[in-house]
C-alpha cells in the first residue's frame, strides 16, 4: 500500500514536526498554568462558593415541640393566624440577595470584585444535596451563599452576610415594637467551608492553544516543500534547456559558395564514399568497393 503524500512530506520534515510538537505542548503549558510558589496553577479564574446555613423558626412553632396547644379564643377576637415560616425563608433569600444587604456586607468585608456576589436559596433538598438542581422538600432553611475567586474569600462574604441579615431582621424588629413572642427566630445550623464550583476544564485552552501552534508548524512544513519543488523543477528545466543547446551545435556556410564550415570556423566533413576527408582531400575508394561508372560494370 503506497503512502500518502503529505505523510511522506511530514517525514521528510520529521525533525521540524518534532521541534514543532515540543513548541506547542511548552506554549500550550505556559497559557494554560502559572508557577506559583513551587506548583503549577491553573490560569482560568476559579470561583469558589461557600454557604452559611440559617433556621427560619417562631415561638409559636418550637422546633422540638409536636404538639402545639390550643389557646382561648376571646369572642369578638380573631384567632391567632401563624406565618408561614416557608413562604417568609422565600422572601429572606430575595432580601439577602438585595442592593440593601450587600452594601452592608462590602461595609465589613470590603468592596466586591467583579466576580464576587452574595445571594441566598431556600433549601429544597437534603443537607448533602446540591440546591442547583432542586428537591421537592418544603422547608423554613436558608442558604447564604457567598462567592469569589478564593475560598476564604467566599467564605469570608457568606458569614459576614448571615451575620449583618440577622442584624438586620433585629434592627427591624425593635423598629416595629414587637413582642418577643410574635418575633422570628433565626438559628444559624451550620458554616460550610467553600467548594469549587464547576466550570470549564482548564486543559481546554492548553489542547486549543497547543493545537493550534502545531497546526501553524505543519503548514509551514508544506510551504517549505513546496518551495523545495518548485526549485527542483526549476534546475530540471534548465539542465535539460542546456543539453538541447549543446546537442544542436549550428552550421555556417559561407554565403560565396565556399566550403561549410562548423561554427568554429573549420571546414566540415563529408561522409561519402570518395567524398571530402576532414582534411580537405578527397578520399580514394576502398579496394573492396567497387568502381562504377554510368557505362562500364563494377566487374570485369
Given at each position: 500500500m503506497?503512502?500518502?503524500?503529505?505523510?511522506?512530506?511530514?517525514?521528510?520534515y520529521k525533525w521540524?514536526?518534532?521541534?514543532g510538537?515540543i513548541?506547542?505542548?511548552f506554549v500550550?503549558g505556559i497559557v494554560?498554568?502559572?508557577y506559583?510558589?513551587?506548583?503549577?496553577q491553573p490560569?482560568a479564574?476559579?470561583?469558589?462558593?461557600?454557604?452559611?446555613?440559617v433556621?427560619?423558626?417562631?415561638?409559636q412553632q418550637?422546633?422540638?415541640?409536636?404538639?402545639i396547644?390550643?389557646a382561648?379564643?376571646?369572642?369578638?377576637?380573631?384567632p391567632?393566624?401563624?406565618?408561614?415560616l416557608?413562604?417568609?425563608?422565600?422572601?429572606?433569600?430575595?432580601?439577602?440577595?438585595?442592593?440593601?444587604?450587600?452594601?452592608r456586607?462590602?461595609g465589613?468585608?470590603?468592596?466586591f470584585?467583579?466576580?464576587?456576589?452574595?445571594?441566598?436559596?431556600?433549601?429544597?433538598?437534603?443537607p448533602?444535596?446540591?440546591?442547583?438542581?432542586p428537591?421537592?422538600?418544603?422547608?423554613?432553611?436558608l442558604?447564604?451563599?457567598?462567592s469569589a475567586?478564593?475560598?476564604?474569600?467566599?467564605?469570608?462574604?457568606?458569614?459576614a452576610?448571615?451575620?449583618?441579615?440577622?442584624?438586620?431582621?433585629?434592627a427591624?424588629?425593635?423598629?416595629?415594637?414587637?413582642?418577643?413572642?410574635?418575633?422570628?427566630?433565626l438559628?444559624?445550623?451550620?458554616e460550610s467551608?467553600?467548594?469549587?464550583?464547576?466550570?470549564?476544564?482548564?486543559?481546554?485552552p492548553?489542547?486549543?492553544?497547543?493545537?493550534?501552534?502545531?497546526?501553524l508548524?505543519?503548514?509551514?512544513?508544506?510551504?517549505?516543500?513546496?518551495?523545495?519543488v518548485?526549485?527542483?523543477?526549476?534546475?530540471?528545466?534548465?539542465?535539460?534547456?542546456?543539453?538541447?543547446?549543446?546537442?544542436?551545435t549550428?552550421?555556417?556556410?559561407?554565403?560565396d559558395?565556399?566550403?561549410?564550415?562548423?561554427?568554429?570556423?573549420?571546414?566540415?566533413?563529408?561522409?561519402t564514399?570518395?567524398?571530402?576527408s576532414?582534411?580537405?582531400?578527397i578520399?580514394?575508394?576502398?579496394?573492396?568497393?567497387?568502381?562504377r561508372?554510368?557505362?562500364?560494370?563494377?566487374?570485369?
Amino acid at each position: 500500500m503506497d503512502v500518502p503524500l503529505y505523510l511522506r512530506v511530514l517525514w521528510s520534515y520529521k525533525w521540524l514536526l518534532l521541534v514543532g510538537i515540543i513548541v506547542a505542548a511548552f506554549v500550550g503549558g505556559i497559557v494554560g498554568y502559572s508557577y506559583v510558589d513551587g506548583q503549577l496553577q491553573p490560569r482560568a479564574v476559579q470561583t469558589y462558593r461557600a454557604s452559611t446555613t440559617v433556621l427560619v423558626g417562631s415561638p409559636q412553632q418550637p422546633l422540638y415541640q409536636s404538639v402545639i396547644p390550643g389557646a382561648p379564643v376571646q369572642e369578638g377576637v380573631t384567632p391567632t393566624v401563624t406565618r408561614d415560616l416557608v413562604s417568609t425563608t422565600v422572601v429572606y433569600a430575595y432580601i439577602v440577595s438585595g442592593s440593601e444587604i450587600r452594601t452592608r456586607v462590602e461595609g465589613v468585608v470590603g468592596s466586591f470584585a467583579d466576580d464576587e456576589q452574595v445571594t441566598a436559596v431556600r433549601r429544597t433538598t437534603q443537607p448533602a444535596g446540591d440546591e442547583s438542581f432542586p428537591g421537592r422538600l418544603t422547608l423554613p432553611i436558608l442558604d447564604i451563599v457567598g462567592s469569589a475567586h478564593s475560598p476564604a474569600r467566599a467564605e469570608e462574604i457568606s458569614r459576614a452576610a448571615n451575620t449583618v441579615f440577622q442584624e438586620y431582621v433585629r434592627a427591624e424588629q425593635d423598629a416595629t415594637a414587637l413582642p418577643e413572642a410574635e418575633r422570628v427566630q433565626l438559628q444559624t445550623l451550620r458554616e460550610s467551608e467553600a467548594t469549587e464550583v464547576e466550570g470549564s476544564n482548564p486543559l481546554i485552552p492548553v489542547i486549543l492553544t497547543a493545537f493550534g501552534v502545531l497546526l501553524l508548524v505543519i503548514a509551514l512544513i508544506f510551504v517549505l516543500y513546496n518551495i523545495r519543488v518548485s526549485r527542483e523543477k526549476r534546475r530540471a528545466a534548465a539542465g535539460r534547456s542546456k543539453g538541447r543547446n549543446t546537442a544542436e551545435t549550428p552550421v555556417d556556410e559561407s554565403a560565396d559558395g565556399s566550403e561549410p564550415t562548423t561554427g568554429t570556423g573549420e571546414p566540415a566533413s563529408v561522409d561519402t564514399a570518395g567524398g571530402a576527408s576532414e582534411d580537405g582531400s578527397i578520399a580514394e575508394p576502398s579496394r573492396d568497393e567497387p568502381k562504377r561508372s554510368d557505362d562500364t560494370p563494377a566487374y570485369v
